[in-house]
């Protein structure tokens, strides 16, 4: 079986992690860990979400954090944007790349963001018209990929459509998420090839959440038919995978941990990586939710290991 | 890439799991625990060990727990045994099946069972002749095959060799063991491709632990390779992944998930299974170490992805 040389790892703890604290994390702590990512050797972080404060308050600061975190040549900084006011706020902090997104199965959609799969397209077009305009990047998501909590099987032939219309409406990339995390890795292999004959494969990428513990076996299962671009959260942040079955995700460490131990290069310096899972797990008072942020400095891999 | 139809889990947490803890379980509830795991269609369980009760008093009680066992036909119960006076032990409790083990490494050998390789190798002879005459089958443990705590790097080759030699010593099935959990996939399909050449595969088993989050991951890889026999720890039993670096079993239960998802039988009722984990870990008054176990019943996977 043959893997990449080399992947890209797309750190989204800052947003998909930080968007379900009960308790907002202070704005100058998220700029100080966005800033402690940007320097680990990631190149692409999503620091926060243009949606409404009235939805997520935890995200109510995203101009200010877009405003106050360094922007490092060759780190890109997709942030999330729903509809076309989010976009009109995003342009207004300056913002150069975003990521729009959108669900597998229709009752996930409306339940999700309160709009059919049709209004939700329909939005994103004028969310990417303004893109254009602004020659801002965009990325996409399709969330569900691999189960709805609510139709619960999705057939990979329909993420493979919704993929192609995210591409087709300008996405350099689109994040395949298996959002509550009951995917497993014949399937994600199924879906990766059957999207793949839709979207160029270099064109996707990976978002599995470890609800069931099936992540990176998920990653492995995907990174075998080709897949380089791959979602994480450092150290798992993204809320407790038994408080919500949508959440738990894949801890970027391991997954660099692995990726290092497979001989793929990654260009992230793993230690730092470490610490700034640390630095914002002390900052919110919990544990680290990978395996590699819970072993003490001194156990950490051997040297020969990564 | 091709994978078993069919692969037979072996349970070892009432063993690996326990021994590591601080307060000993009380023996009916080690009997109570084994009887569940009994009845969930697992094939094989290690129940305890014949260990010197002063290394090793959480199993101090060995006998008692075989005495009062169900033993249904059908499933095989291994018994760990480090010397010939465990072996003598377990003859007197009427053990019918034992499970031997050796470190891929001088040092770790050293430190872990206080004897050099040889020294090791010819007391399991001694054992294995007692096994012989009362016809006794065995099972074969090979551990830091990925990785050594005082050596580091492990030689694929050397692991072979010690597991043929396990094999010519009449074991009938050779678990190799991550024991501090530091491989990643290609390493470990390394390992297995390896030793395959000197132990037929159909003899080979795996037991990966999570301390890195690999485990499953690593398995994927394994089966892969045609392995078809998967040890792991329901609830994720054996400790706490960072107060030891040792430690951190895979849940049988996240592995048997990903086994069915992918299609292939175990003949094991999950949900039964998550149950047993659940029971033992309240009587600990611990949480479970899965990641099923940690979701609320009513969030569990969704039949359509098992």
Redesign the interface.
């Known amino acids: 079986?043959q893997?990449p040389t080399t992947v890209k790892v797309v750190e989204v703890g800052p947003r998909d992690g930080l968007q379900n604290e009960p308790d907002p994390v202070p704005t100058p702590t998220k700029i100080e860990f966005i800033d402690r990512l940007s320097r680990t050797g990631l190149r692409c972080i999503e620091p926060t979400s243009f949606v409404s404060p009235r939805w997520i308050p935890q995200l109510a600061d995203a101009a200010d954090v877009i405003d106050g975190m360094q922007r490092p040549t060759g780190v890109v900084y997709p942030v999330l944007v729903p509809n076309k006011r989010g976009m009109e706020r995003a342009l207004e902090a300056g913002v150069d790349t975003i990521a729009i997104f959108v669900a597998a199965t229709e009752t996930f959609n409306q339940r999700n963001i309160n709009a059919s799969l049709a209004v939700s397209m329909t939005r994103l077009g004028e969310v990417a018209e303004l893109a254009r305009q602004h020659d801002v990047s965009m990325r996409g998501y399709v969330s569900c990929v691999?189960?709805c909590?609510y139709e619960?099987?999705v057939e990979a032939q329909s993420v493979a459509t919704i993929a192609r219309e995210l591409h087709d409406m300008g996405c350099y990339e689109i994040s395949l998420g298996d959002t509550i995390g009951?995917?497993?890795?014949?399937?994600a292999?199924e879906l990766i090839e059957t999207t793949a004959a839709q979207v160029p494969l270099q064109r996707l990428a990976v978002h599995f959440h470890?609800?069931?513990?099936?992540a990176?076996?998920n990653?492995?299962?995907c990174l075998?038919c080709g897949i380089d671009t791959v979602d994480a959260s450092v150290a798992g942040l993204g809320g407790?995978?038994?408080a919500d079955?949508a959440s738990?995700n894949l801890?970027t460490e391991?997954l660099v941990?692995?990726l290092h131990?497979?001989?793929i290069e990654t260009g992230i310096d793993l230690d730092a990586l470490i610490a700034a899972g640390r630095y914002i797990c002390a900052a919110m008072g919990r544990s680290p939710g990978?395996?590699?942020g819970?072993?003490?400095r001194h156990?950490r891999?051997?040297?020969?290991?990564t």
């Open positions: 079986m893997f691999l189960g909590p619960g099987a009951v995917g497993t890795p014949v399937a292999r470890d609800t069931r513990g099936q990176l076996a990653v492995l299962a075998g407790c995978p038994y079955g738990g801890a391991d941990y692995m131990g497979m001989g990978s395996r590699l819970l072993i003490p156990r891999a051997p040297r020969f290991s």
